[in-house]
């Protein structure tokens, strides 16, 4: 079992950046790939971005690639999304979730946050 708690979200100008992080429990965190999903009011969970069980690869979401960038720390159990130059498209709840496998589909991903909320205001 895996439980994930996300934190980092708020509000932000356009242009800004925010970096959110997930802690997550247990003794196993290297096993899993970690990933950020995205829910915007009115529109299906999306894939941000994915990192490895090692951290050694990742992968983007076209609408993010180049402005986000996923790490992780084994160490501290904690995977984190750098986001810079917001958009207010971005604004959502942001999900992190942990997978056996390294993917993007969320069907993949069996532990769950519980979101937090980024804003970006125009």
């Known amino acids: 079992q895996v439980q994930l708690v996300e934190s980092g979200g708020g509000l932000v100008q356009a242009g800004g950046s925010l970096r959110l992080s997930c802690a997550a429990s247990g003794r196993t965190f290297s096993r899993y790939a970690m990933a950020w999903f995205r829910q915007a009011p009115g529109k299906e969970r999306e894939f941000v971005a994915a990192?490895?069980?090692?951290?050694?690869?990742?992968y983007y979401a076209d609408s993010v690639k180049g402005r986000f960038t996923i790490s992780r720390d084994n160490a501290k159990n904690t995977v984190y999304l750098q986001m810079s130059s917001l958009k207010p498209e971005d604004t959502a709840v942001y999900y992190c979730a942990a997978s056996p496998a390294f993917s993007r589909w969320y069907r993949d991903y069996v532990y769950w946050g519980q979101g937090t909320q980024v804003t970006v205001s125009s």
């Open positions: 990192i490895s069980g090692s951290g050694g690869s990742t």
